[in-house]
């Protein structure tokens, strides 16, 4: 088994050195993360190393001084680099994912191009992928590689962790390729993201655009499943928390602390992007002395910006945009003996940059939206014994965890200014309690714990589905039903209806038997051998229309009335239904275009199968929690079956049922199918011998499982041949 890590970047970038190339080691959050990952296996990691070799001969050379590292190049060529990465990556997915929709340059090559390269990644990771590996995927530059590799592959884990956010579906729903992307995403068995907020987005957009469902934090396509989650990313605490004692970082300290005089520091550290609010930053601090005047000459910021995509126009614009902004600043501003933007277009080394944040008082983190930041992390984790202030955009990431920062809306120039105010004049031991509290999260939720957690979610997912695979109802287990039903004597065959028998209909009125389904059920009640119930949720009037001229017996309304022999019986007498009940069941189904409601002898039934999604996943917890207090009163019970609400009469279900046909009756074949929730109570009472089949999806209450409906009918037939 190995484990391979697949990025759109290698850690390592190839560089020409005269007639050869060298390598140099990426020192990023995500390099570190992977290679702290505590796995008895060797790791692997492919991607692009940052060159396009002019031929094959470079080609081969490039992929020996990689290979001897672990790891495996993927070559592109310019452009393929331009059409993919700067086309479709960066000029439709980045703005797209951080709410910058009028940035997006949409041209239909660079969609072409997006999907070759995912083809070009599948293809070179099929060369080193073997059955029962791990392979973890990363970013948005690499959506639909999941899918790609899972139909070529379907014997490994695959995860995928999106770094940058996930849109709400409104604005994703724009993408006119919506529906590819996720099909690639859900390849994994596990997909993550740095929050609860983009795990939210994409199940949105996932029901919404391709009408998938969600139990809790799963989501079924096809024969699996895929777990989303959030795993909040963290830095290499150590490193920065003794990065400041480093002798390069002293002496950076050391010329920081001149350069700053007697000022307290504001701190401003970011890559060159637009999703950095670098503008608003600059007219928050520049209303800021404004408005308070008395600090001019006592605080000043230290603004690092990293050159990053400055050859591509729009960041060539912000770029000149920043440099006019800062200049006015300081000309409005400064006077001699002082500067009030200290400004550095470069990046800083690891150990550079701890000696700034160890120094610094404030660190003013205002992105307009970012995936997770760690930027706050960093200043946080070096600070050690220092106090400190982080002002923190409620925009990124981050904010979830670091409650004890002063959270701002960075667009609110406003409160920036008076955040800076609270920050400036905060006592000391509020400053270093803050900051210790948060260094107390940072230091548990490290790298390490980031990239582990996520390691065990996915091993724990690919787990699932192979459990889920292995108790699929297939040739193999297929074969040995049939062996037994031959075998048996006295047959004991269960039956749901809706959703087993028959597909699901939008209306269930017209869910009446075709012609096939009748013939079926007429040929296993004519075996003298078998005993064929009906169990269904229907009310009995209708079992006794569609179903009442076959031989075989019938239970309605989860078996509160059962027909023997061609006569029906009660186990229930029928409900008076409290006021207080049925108003609320009306007051829900008013609110719900869509929605209607049907009334039974002993239950009532909220359907919703034609509700938009979203509305149906806000009335169904509103109506379960009004309905809560008169069904314990009146001792109901409330069942949230498949598309629907049911509130019934308790001590009755499709489980007590069984019980009743086995107590009356020895069989040494038993089958139950059914589809619903309803019908796990049917497979719980059954011994565990019994052939206990969920229909549509997975059960753990359940010995096998079918994907599809339409396959019930070639199951059953075959039984008898």
């Keep these: 088994m190995k484990y391979i890590i697949i990025s759109n970047r290698l850690p390592v970038t190839v560089t020409r050195d005269g007639a050869g190339f060298v390598l140099s080691k990426s020192s990023g959050g995500l390099a570190t993360g992977l290679n702290s990952l505590d796995l008895r296996t060797k790791k692997h990691w492919l991607g692009w190393p940052g060159l396009c070799p002019e031929d094959t001969g470079e080609r081969k050379t490039v992929d020996v001084l990689l290979r001897d590292q672990g790891f495996y190049p993927v070559h592109l060529d310019p452009a393929q680099i331009q059409?993919?990465?700067?086309?479709?990556?960066?000029?439709?997915?980045?703005?797209?994912?951080?709410?910058?929709?009028?940035?997006?340059?949409?041209?239909?090559?660079?969609?072409e191009a997006y999907r070759e390269v995912n083809e070009i990644f599948c293809r070179e990771a099929l060369k080193i992928i073997e059955p029962g590996d791990y392979v973890w995927i990363h970013d948005y530059q690499l959506m639909l590689l999941p899918a790609l590799i899972r139909a070529r592959a379907p014997d490994v884990g695959i995860g995928y962790f999106h770094h940058i956010p996930f849109p709400s579906y409104e604005l994703f729903r724009v993408l006119p390729e919506r529906a590819d992307i996720l099909r690639g995403l859900l390849g994994a068995d596990l997909i993550a993201f740095h929050t609860h907020d983009y795990m939210r987005h994409c199940l949105s957009a996932l029901y919404r655009v391709l009408h998938l469902t969600c139990t809790l934090d799963e989501i079924w396509?096809?024969?699996?499943?895929?777990?989303?989650?959030?795993?909040?990313?963290?830095?290499?605490?150590?490193?920065?928390?003794?990065?400041?004692?480093?002798?390069?970082?002293?002496?950076?300290?050391?010329e920081l602390r001149q350069l700053a005089g007697d000022c307290r520091i504001i701190l401003s550290v970011d890559r060159l992007d637009y999703?950095?609010?670098?503008?608003?930053?600059?007219?928050?601090?520049?209303?800021?002395?404004?408005?308070?005047?008395?600090?001019?000459?006592?605080?000043?910021?230290?603004?690092?910006?990293?050159?990053?995509?400055?050859?591509?126009?729009?960041?060539?614009?912000?770029?000149?945009?920043?440099?006019?902004?800062?200049?006015?600043?300081?000309?409005?501003?400064?006077?001699?003996?002082?500067?009030?933007?200290?400004?550095?277009?470069?990046?800083?080394?690891?150990?550079?940059?701890s000696a700034m944040y160890a120094a610094a008082d404030i660190a003013l983190v205002t992105p307009l939206r970012d995936g997770m930041n760690l930027v706050a992390k960093e200043y946080l984790a070096a600070k050690g014994d220092r106090p400190g202030v982080l002002i923190l955009s409620e925009m990124a990431g981050a904010a979830i965890e670091l409650s004890g920062a002063i959270i701002v809306n960075p667009m609110d120039t406003k409160q920036v200014e008076n955040a800076l105010l609270k920050a400036l004049t905060m006592p000391k031991k509020d400053r270093r309690s803050a900051v210790r509290g948060m260094q107390r999260i940072l230091s548990r939720r490290d790298v390490r714990h980031?990239?582990?957690?996520?390691?065990?979610?996915?091993?724990?997912?690919?787990?699932?589905?192979?459990?889920?695979?292995?108790?699929?109802?297939?040739?193999?287990?297929?074969?040995?039903?049939?062996?037994?039903?031959?075998?048996a004597g006295r047959r004991l065959l269960v039956l749901d209806y809706d959703g087993t028998l028959t597909p699901l209909v939008s209306k269930p009125a017209l869910a009446a038997p075709r012609l096939p389904v009748r013939e079926l059920l007429a040929s296993l009640a004519a075996d003298t051998r078998n005993k064929v119930v009906i169990c269904s949720g229907r009310d009995k009037k209708t079992l006794e229309d569609w179903l009442g001229d076959l031989p075989l017996d019938l239970a309605a309304e989860h078996g509160a009335f059962f027909r023997e022999e061609g006569k029906w019986q009660e186990n229930m007498c029928p409900l008076p239904w409290n006021k207080k009940i049925s108003h609320i069941f009306k007051m829900i189904t008013g609110k719900t275009p869509g929605s209607r409601l049907e009334r039974k002898k002993t239950a009532l039934v909220w359907h919703y199968r034609e509700v938009d999604p979203w509305l149906a996943d806000l009335r169904v917890p509103q109506l379960v929690q009004a309905l809560l207090s008169p069904c314990s009163e009146l001792n109901l019970e409330i069942l949230r079956g498949k598309m629907n609400v049911e509130v019934k009469q308790a001590g009755f279900n499709?489980?007590?049922?069984?019980?009743?046909?086995?107590?009356?009756?020895?069989?040494?074949f038993l089958l139950a199918m059914g589809d619903d929730a309803t019908d796990e109570y049917m497979f719980?009472?059954?011994?565990?011998?019994?052939?206990?089949?969920?229909?549509?999806?997975?059960?753990?209450?359940?010995?096998?499982?079918?994907p599809d409906q339409a396959q019930v009918h070639s199951f059953l037939t075959a039984l008898q041949r």
């Design 83 to 111: 059409d993919y990465y700067e086309g479709y990556c960066n000029s439709i997915l980045w703005p797209l994912c951080h709410y910058f929709f009028s940035y997006i340059e949409y041209e239909e090559r660079y969609w």
């Design 221 to 254: 396509s096809g024969n699996r499943i895929t777990r989303i989650d959030a795993f909040p990313m963290g830095i290499n605490y150590a490193l920065y928390h003794d990065g400041p004692s480093a002798p390069e970082a002293a002496a950076c300290a050391q």
């Design 275 to 353: 999703s950095k609010g670098i503008p608003f930053r600059l007219q928050s601090y520049d209303g800021f002395l404004t408005n308070n005047p008395e600090y001019k000459g006592k605080v000043t910021l230290i603004m690092v910006v990293v050159p990053s995509r400055d050859n591509v126009e729009m960041y060539a614009a912000l770029k000149t945009r920043i440099d006019k902004m800062v200049g006015a600043l300081n000309g409005a501003h400064a006077f001699v003996g002082w500067t009030p933007v200290h400004y550095f277009y470069r990046s800083f080394s690891g150990a550079e940059l």
């Design 450 to 487: 980031w990239a582990g957690g996520f390691h065990a979610a996915l091993s724990e997912a690919k787990d699932r589905n192979q459990n889920i695979r292995a108790r699929l109802l297939e040739n193999r287990t297929r074969r040995m039903a049939r062996k037994a039903y031959r075998a």
């Design 654 to 668: 499709k489980g007590t049922e069984i019980r009743r046909l086995l107590e009356k009756g020895d069989y040494d």
């Design 684 to 706: 719980a009472a059954l011994p565990p011998e019994a052939i206990t089949v969920k229909v549509g999806s997975f059960s753990d209450a359940a010995r096998f499982w079918l």
